[in-house]
């Protein structure tokens, strides 16, 4: 950010409204180095208690390549925090900034986001900063920690040691999300902990990523009393390790969500019972692949029979669950599309879509039932069934078949996920029909191409 280019865009000039506008989209260290005290109406606004009560010290600057992060972080620290110090609420830190910021005394602090801290560093500051202890036990109520770097998984055990010592030090804690919006595979493991393993009494609201089923059923054991939110992705879905209780009712929960991006066998035997524990739910969220065997897809009769008719407070049902079939021994004809639409007429769903994806034989195949509008990030394991439809929330998008995608189908995708950001393509087949005067394809927004698994056709 350079102010010097100010005059040419008469920023000065403009009223006050747009000028907050403006500078509630730029990085708030870039506006705490370059524009405090550039003169007293620019002071008014950045130091206005709405603007200035989350302090973000995230870089994300333009400036990076000319002053050093050091340099910004000491001005600040020297020069604007004794002065805000007292009206901040809500703060977030990285490690290049934790150390000069905790300095300060922050009496209305509740909110602390630590992101993008390498593990063991992380650590480190946990079982050695003494004003970092205070805060945990004194003030925070809400707690974001988001870490960097992938620890082997056999060091999850780290993981475990830092979450369980949070919530045994901070006695207040009332929101955790725990490395839950993490781009990495950074899974908790708390099944089967020694005691005393972890317990609270205040926390209502958990994010958190785990390893297996087993540890959900842990964290819903009791020892997080007033838990009413539980918003959680688990690794596996398998068959459970431990003798853990599925039976007990939650009538405390009223927020669920569960998200599993590998396929499970085991959507009857646990995931349903698990639900049918939740009598006061108010809100559901499942994104879930499950393998059946000698079965028929997941539609709408079977979520109102298996879900919905226990949880009589429902208000919302959003999912996306894909069911892959595999019929060896019986002969089942699976449903057409065409019969899992007709499956939700009349039960209150709202809008839902679907497709079917038929394999070698009417007894084997894919279907993917999700509710509209697409409420999720990620869209996986599409193929060349998908019929359309606009999805404006997908950023990252995993495409998968055994024949051959191609042009048009690009082309869709194009059209129906404008915001894509990342895209998986996974697809070992030619494409039938390649000729060089296909129109280009446009993704805007698109960072990440994944063709590692992929035809050389959709290289070029």
Do not use: W
């Not at 870490?147 to 010592?165: A, C, D, W």
């Not at 009494?201 to 054991?221: A, G, P, Q, R």
């Not at 209150?348 to 894919?366: A, L």
């Amino acid at each position: 950010m350079n102010t010097s280019n100010y005059s040419h865009l008469n920023i000065l000039d403009l009223p006050n409204e747009i000028l907050v506008m403006i500078i509630s989209k730029l990085n708030m260290v870039d506006v705490l180095y370059s524009l405090v005290d550039v003169n007293e109406r620019f002071n008014r606004l950045i130091f206005d208690p709405l603007y200035i009560h989350h302090l973000d010290m995230t870089i994300n600057s333009s400036l990076d390549h000319i002053i050093s992060i050091d340099k910004q972080i000491s001005r600040i620290c020297e020069k604007i925090l004794s002065r805000i110090q007292h009206q901040i609420k809500r703060l977030t830190v990285e490690p290049h900034s934790i150390k000069p910021i905790l300095s300060f005394n922050y009496s209305l602090l509740y909110s602390l986001s630590l992101v993008n801290f390498p593990e063991l560093i992380l650590l480190q500051y946990f079982t050695d900063d003494l004003i970092l202890h205070d805060l945990f036990a004194k003030q925070i109520t809400h707690l974001n920690i988001n870490i960097l770097n992938k620890i082997p998984k056999e060091y999850s055990v780290v993981r475990t040691y830092f979450f369980t010592s949070i919530l045994s030090l901070c006695k207040r804690l009332i929101n955790l999300n725990f490395c839950y919006f993490s781009d990495q595979d950074l899974p908790v493991s708390v099944y089967n902990l020694p005691p005393p393993n972890f317990t609270s009494s205040t926390l209502t609201n958990l994010k958190i990523h785990v390893e297996i089923i087993d540890d959900c059923l842990d964290l819903l054991d009791g020892s997080l009393n007033c838990l009413s939110t539980l918003i959680i992705k688990i690794t596996q879905i398998s068959s459970t390790i431990s003798n853990t209780d599925n039976i007990t009712k939650l009538p405390k929960l009223k927020y669920f969500s569960l998200i599993s991006y590998n396929y499970t066998s085991y959507y009857d035997d646990l995931v349903c019972p698990l639900l049918h524990r939740m009598i006061n739910l108010e809100e559901l969220k499942l994104y879930l692949f499950v393998r059946r065997f000698d079965s028929i897809y997941i539609d709408g009769i079977q979520l109102y029979d298996q879900i919905l008719i226990y949880m009589l407070r429902l208000n919302k049902f959003t999912f996306s669950i894909k069911t892959r079939v595999v019929n060896k021994n019986m002969r089942i004809n699976l449903s057409s599309n065409e019969n899992i639409q007709r499956s939700f007429i009349g039960k209150k769903y709202g809008q839902v879509d679907s497709y079917v994806h038929t394999r070698s034989t009417e007894t084997n195949g894919e279907c993917h039932i999700y509710s509209f509008p697409y409420e999720f990030e990620y869209f996986h394991d599409l193929n060349i069934s998908f019929p359309g439809g606009m999805f404006h929330n997908v950023r990252n998008l995993m495409m998968v078949d055994t024949r051959p995608f191609e042009h048009k189908l690009f082309k869709l995708i194009s059209q129906d996920f404008p915001f894509l950001q990342h895209l998986y393509i996974y697809n070992d087949e030619s494409q039938k029909y390649k000729e060089d005067s296909f129109p280009f394809i446009t993704f805007s927004h698109l960072t990440l191409l994944h063709l590692q698994f992929a035809h050389v056709n959709y290289v070029e």
